[in-house]
């Protein structure tokens, strides 16, 4: 590592005292709001709580240390607990933790190979649809806990979040949310009623995770068993990654490795499956809530991973006392910030065709409860109205000199796959003309499809007895001419 790499990553870690303090106070914060959903999904994905727990604990480690964004929180919860869940019901746990290791090894690869590229394919309105989608199912992961309870709960619920959002108008040294958690803890202490803790949410881990192997055959038919559910849940949790990679990167105004951020979770992936968990990835909810209580560094993402095994393991009769409502007060919170009001505003002010990818996106992800899905459907869509957008841009003109009998045709704009055709039917191909001459001097051919479409325009004005010449071929369209239809560039007589 040379030395400008070694001292911006040093400054990622320890950014002065009051930036560590409140690494560690949003880091505290972070673990309270991941432990109901890690616990929820973990019953998705039809596992114990304490492998999805254990999990976590090992990601938020690793991923401090070898993530490529600093401030984000990984853990065992969102889709890949959807894919997971598929094959625990069909072959069991220690399939599952194949299918982990696997994952790891594959997303470690897509780092090397620097395929995060493909992110540039995501447009604005696809990511922020994901972020309100990603709100709204954050709010009704919650709404469960809300149906069927006391009074108390309501009240309970109301308390924490006049603390969440009246604390910070009196001081900021202590974040609201873990304020929210000590109260309304002491209060059900103090003070019985009829409420759900934490304990009732599942089995909380007794002891330290250990080391172990999947216990599965290690022949060709596990392979084929596993390797579907390693893609899938390795495609699903680097599209989560890099997505809510791209979130904090908008939030805080800074750069990441998304490169980096894909080996990092491999990584984690690797680590979490050799110590008995399940496969994780970014969690926007809790990222974002880190991020809006001042975690800035790779400080928040440890202690966020430590302090969840600290509380969940030598913390257990005291965490097991917390109040569900206080976490479901946290979560409300944090599902009202991660949600961006202003592109509600934006849908009247911004071109209808971005509003309506946003919105498609919103709607798939909330009606499948797959993020990966609605971002699929959104890149899909945008790609496809970008497609018809560049081929309204393409435009065909002619002039005809008749004292040469010469027809020139210019063509100017982007000649693809999606505009090859339109550009074909510009032509004359019976053209009376003695000579034709295609100016392509405004225009760029991208693709094997658009010289396929030039060549047969060419060939078929030469069948006829016309001369047909080629000119204004910038050097990436020549080059491609060139070599898969080299008799367009040479004028016949």
Known sequence: MNPNAFARYRAEWFDGASGAR????????????LIPEVIAFSFVAGIDPEVGLFASFVIGIVIAFAGGR??????????????????????????????????????VAFGLLKLDVLMRF????VRTGFVNALAILIFSAQVPQMLHVSWHTYAMIAAGLVIIYGLPRLTRAIPSPLVCIVVLTAISIAFPMPIHTVADLGRLPSS???????????????????????????????????????????????????ARECTGL???????????GIAGCGMIGQTVGNVRYGGRGRLSTFVAGLFLLVVMVPLRPWVAQVPVAALVAIMIMVSI???????????????????????????????????????????????????????????????????????????????????????????????????VRIDLTAAHLWDVTAVGALEEVVTRMRHHGVVVEVIGLNRASAILVDRLAPAVATPAG
Request: aromatic share 8%; charged share 10%.
């Open 22 to 33: 409140r690494d560690i106070l949003a880091g505290m914060v972070g673990t309270f709001a």
């Open 70 to 107: 600093p401030a984000m929180i990984s853990g065992a919860a969102g889709s890949v607990a959807l894919v997971a869940a598929a094959l625990v019901h069909a072959h069991g746990l220690q399939y599952l933790l194949a299918a982990t290791l696997l994952a790891g090894v594959l997303q």
């Open 122 to 125: 995501v447009s604005r309105s």
């Open 208 to 258: 330290l995770p250990s080391l172990t192997w999947p216990a599965v055959p290690v022949e060709w038919q596990t392979l084929l068993v596993v390797f579907p559910y390693a893609v899938a849940m390795a495609a699903v949790g680097l599209l989560e990654s890099m997505m809510t990679a791209s979130v904090v990167d908008d939030l805080t105004e800074t750069t990441s490795s998304k």
């Open 266 to 276: 491999g990584l984690a992936n690797l680590a979490a499956g050799l110590f008995g």
């Open 337 to 435: 910030s991660t949600f961006s009001w202003g592109s509600i505003r934006d849908l009247a002010r911004h071109p209808k065709v971005s509003g309506a990818v946003m919105v498609v996106t919103v709607v798939v992800t909330v009606a499948t409860h797959d993020l990966s899905a609605g971002v699929a459907v959104g890149v899909l869509l945008s790609g496809v109205f970008f497609a018809f957008k560049v081929t309204r841009m393409m435009e065909v003109t002619q002039t005809y000199d008749a004292p040469t009998a010469t027809r020139t045709y210019v063509v100017s704009g982007q000649v693809f796959f999606a505009s090859a055709d339109i550009f074909a039917d510009r032509f004359d191909l019976r053209d009376t003309a003695a000579r």
